[in-house]
């Protein structure tokens, strides 16, 4: 290793700001700014090309900026101004805090809150960055929990010919948005973890988000003197399965220590996708301690305040670690708590006596948690066939996964002019009602002159952006004059452009569009209606597949017929997104239906006026209809047979109806359909799919309820939890000999619609009390293959005792016609919302 100089001292240099300017740092580490543009042109209007060179980050802006700049500023009475109103404006949103004894920690693998800030890879990272500011917004008391890569997530170069090469710089904290977490006594905040070599310690800094603090774990310090150790938090989804176990236990179980160490006591916990899952340990690991409770009500009191979404519609995406490997790490672990190892493991298997089943982070977030929702109404059928069998006694439309619609923040991603255009024809208080569909009626009367000179100018932008970031691509792989010289030509900004950027999974089909590369051309080169593409995206460093998508691409954009009308641009964040999602006229979206859980690049789009082109996959399978857009395929489950059928659907919309409509009475000013249904896109999918309406169902479906639960069985000293694991052991003594002795039906099998009939159960149940079970009868209409349809679920309630037996009954009145039929069942009753019955539910079916 090469010889280093390490600093015998350090020291923090500040920048030296003119009194009347002594907020500038405090604005500039409140990540308002972000999304605010009246905050924002602080910086923006103090110096316009450093803040672009700075990556628009305003705290490496000003410990850059010349004291020249600052005191001119601070005698420009226009500029004082634009600081004074960003000022009140910081102020006035501060203020407005709603007091509350819940507190949300929401954790999360990634962050996307800043392109300058590299700690995300994708959407999962944006749709937490954008929850946090939601949350902001909404007044919920919630904190988040993450962590501090040093490198981040990888920077995408292409090479010559179109193969990604990536880079890792390093993140330079103390020129970032970023703040170390200071104790009462002025000292760091620092925790501990232990993994197989030793303890690791873990620095705690934090963002402000609004009103929302974001804490951020770092291993990176000198106090870890293994180099693995300090790597823990090197990289956003890098190393090895060693470094992957690491980074998810310093997450959930050095998260859960670091809001001790901070001095909160969430009420609610929640786990965005499962990397955060040892929380759920580390929690129950306390309450043994502190309170002593034993494993089982320990696990019981922890579920009631623990939500958990899932993200991931297939298999493949969920982190597995073999049992060997999970008691390397957690065996010292179990020892100090008093935790079986086997009780450990069986948190996170389907099957518990399969010693050869990994240990899934996923099975052990859902057994954990008493919410658990996927993010569209399609995810969560898919997410409850994925795991039905861990309720095998439940029909899969019972599996208790609810679903919450993500949703994007729309003052993050809505373009200023759009806004500014808004504030002249919405209601005043309209970016404070957002959500209410009843502002968005008021797009009608919008000149549509205006809308569409709004979009234009935003396509102009666009195309100069582009330009500016292919000649720097260009010049980077050292490109020749005359490539460099093309590149100043590309793209038009009276063409119809398509967007289409995505992590390069292969599930996506990036190339789908390239299913005929003939028919394609035809359609980017027709003389009087051309169309363009913008592609953007990255591949994992791993993902092959993907990176093979991505030379594909590159390589026609090399082809003398399309040059002008296919780019690539290189290293898609934020910045890139902000751009695409505002200036493209068509935003496509083509991944193989039932993958993608929901995606929320098109409903960026979409609120910024941008119709869909898309599968009808995720959010779009719920917008479709109100969007403008435009479906490829039906709903129908994917097949491999489909990629030629998907494709020549594009091709079809594209030739015979969207293109030929944008280009429609152009000499007349606008494509007056086309505006059309833009106003209609605008209308329906700004109300709907933005963040504020979906921290409001996550606040009013599970953080209400999960906080109410929490509060509840903490009570003396968690005698609920005691009392629950003392009634399931009784239960589960005698719930082999429960049984439904006879089921049926008070009348004859013929029945008048709107005639009630007795439902009846005779019940064995072996000693328990009639309180303690839930006889159901599910009725619905016989299918064609003798199955139940269309069910609904009644309870019997007691009515007689006979011969030791229990009979429950209940009325039916038949709302309909035809071969109606019901089956019966009886399970533990301890009053629990279905959605929310653990995964070892007992049932008895008759």
């Known amino acids: 290793m090469p010889f280093q100089i390490r600093p015998a001292k350090e020291f923090l240099v500040l920048p030296a700001l003119p009194p009347v300017l002594s907020r500038l740092s405090e604005l500039a580490t409140n990540l308002i700014w972000s999304w605010d543009h009246h905050i924002r042109a602080v910086f923006r209007r103090l110096d316009g090309a450093l803040w672009r060179s700075s990556g628009h980050n305003p705290v490496l802006m000003l410990g850059h900026i010349s004291q020249s700049t600052l005191e001119r500023a601070a005698r420009d009475p226009r500029y004082l101004s634009v600081y004074r109103i960003a000022c009140e404006l910081h102020d006035t949103y501060m203020s407005r805090l709603r007091i509350s004894d819940k507190l949300v920690a929401y954790f999360s693998m990634e962050y996307g809150l800043l392109d300058c800030m590299p700690i995300y890879s994708g959407g999962l990272g944006i749709l937490s960055g954008d929850h946090l500011k939601a949350a902001s917004d909404a007044e919920i008391p919630l904190v988040g929990v993450g962590l501090l890569y040093q490198r981040g997530y990888l920077q995408q170069r292409l090479n010559p010919d179109g193969w990604q090469t990536e880079r890792n710089p390093d993140n330079d904290f103390y020129t970032l948005p970023v703040i170390p977490t200071l104790d009462n006594e002025g000292n760091e905040v620092k925790v501990t973890v232990r993994t197989p070599s030793g303890p690791v310690h873990i620095k705690v800094w934090h963002m402000n988000v609004g009103r929302v603090k974001l804490y951020l774990l770092d291993t990176n310090i000198p106090e870890n003197e293994l180099a693995d150790n300090r790597d823990i938090t090197d990289m956003l989804y890098g190393g090895d399965i060693h470094t992957r176990m690491r980074q998810e236990i310093v997450l959930g179980i050095g998260g859960i220590r670091a809001l001790k160490a901070v001095g909160l006591e969430p009420t609610v916990f929640h786990m965005n996708e499962g990397h955060s899952a040892f929380l759920a340990i580390e929690r129950i690991r306390r309450l043994m301690m502190e309170h002593s409770l034993s494993f089982e009500a320990a696990l019981e009191a922890s579920r009631r305040n623990n939500v958990f979404t899932t993200h991931t519609p297939v298999p493949a995406g969920i982190d597995l670690f073999d049992s060997g490997l999970m008691y390397q790490y957690f065996k010292d672990y179990c020892e100090e708590a008093g935790i079986s190892f086997d009780q450990l493991l069986a948190l996170g298997k389907r099957n518990v006596a399969d010693a050869g089943e990994p240990f899934s982070m996923a099975i052990s977030a859902l057994k954990t948690s008493s919410y658990r929702n996927a993010v569209s109404a399609l995810h969560r059928i898919v997410s409850q066939q994925m795991w039905s069998d861990l309720f095998p006694d439940l029909p899969t439309w019972e599996v208790p996964i609810s679903h919450v619609t993500n949703g994007v923040h729309l003052p993050t991603w809505l373009n200023g002019e759009l806004a500014n255009l808004y504030d002249q024809y919405l209601q005043p208080d309209w970016r404070d009602r957002y959500a209410d569909p009843r502002i968005w009626d008021l797009v009608k009367e919008i000149p549509n002159t205006e809308l569409w000179e709004?979009?234009?100018?935003?396509?102009?932008?666009?195309?100069?952006?582009?330009?500016?970031?292919?000649?720097?691509?260009?010049?980077?792989?050292?490109?020749?004059?005359?490539?460099?010289?093309?590149?100043?030509?590309?793209l038009d900004p009276d063409v119809l452009t398509i967007g289409f950027a995505r992590r390069f999974a292969t599930y996506k089909r990036a190339t789908l569009l390239f299913r005929d590369v003939e028919r394609?051309?035809?359609?980017?080169?027709?003389?009087?209606?051309?169309?363009?593409?913008?592609?953007?995206?990255?591949?994992?460093?791993?993902?092959?597949?993907?990176?093979?998508l991505i030379r594909e691409i590159f390589q026609l954009t090399r082809d003398p017929e399309v040059s002008k009308r296919i780019v690539f641009l290189e290293d898609y964040g934020i910045e890139v997104a902000r751009e695409l999602v505002q200036g493209v006229d068509l935003w496509l979206n083509n991944p193989r239906r039932g993958e993608e859980a929901c995606g929320t690049s098109g409903m960026k789009a979409g609120l910024n006026g941008v119709l869909n082109l898309s599968i009808l996959d995720g959010w779009f399978d719920e917008g479709y209809e109100a969007s403008g857009g435009w479906a490829i395929g039906d709903r129908e489950e994917y097949s491999n047979d489909q990629d030629e059928m998907h494709a020549g659907a594009i091709y079809s919309l594209l030739e015979t109806e969207i293109v030929p409509m944008y280009y429609d009475r152009r000499d007349e000013g606008y494509p007056e359909e086309w505006m059309r249904r833009i106003k209609l896109c605008l209308t329906n999918l700004s109300p709907r799919f933005n963040c504020a309406r979906m921290v409001q169902e996550y606040d009013r479906q599970m953080y209400e309820l999960s906080h109410r639960g929490w509060l509840d069985v903490r009570k003396e000293e968690f005698e609920a939890a005691r009392r629950k694991v003392r009634w399931n052991a009784e239960v589960r003594r005698v719930w082999d000999r429960v049984r439904i002795i006879s089921a049926g039906a008070g009348a004859d099998m013929r029945v008048l619609s709107g005639q009630p009939i007795t439902l009846e159960a005779v019940v064995d149940l072996a000693g328990l009390r009639p309180s303690d079970v839930k006889v159901e009868a599910l009725v619905g209409r016989v299918g064609a293959e003798g199955n139940l349809e269309d069910t609904q679920v009644m309870t019997l309630a007691p009515s007689s005792e006979a011969a030791a037996h229990w009979v429950f009954s209940a009325q039916f009145l038949p709302g309909r016609t035809g071969r109606l039929g019901y089956a019966m069942r009886v399970s533990p009753d301890h009053y629990e919302d279905p959605l929310t019955r653990p995964c070892y539910s007992l049932m008895r079916w008759g």
Request: glycine residues 4%.
């Open 520 to 548: 394609l051309k035809r359609i980017l080169t027709n003389p009087k209606m051309p169309v363009q593409i913008l592609f953007a995206g990255k591949a994992h460093p791993k993902d092959h597949g993907g990176k093979v």
């Open 454 to 490: 709004i979009r234009r100018r935003r396509k102009r932008l666009l195309v100069q952006f582009a330009r500016e970031r292919l000649v720097a691509q260009a010049t980077a792989r050292k490109a020749s004059t005359a490539e460099l010289k093309r590149t100043h030509e590309l």
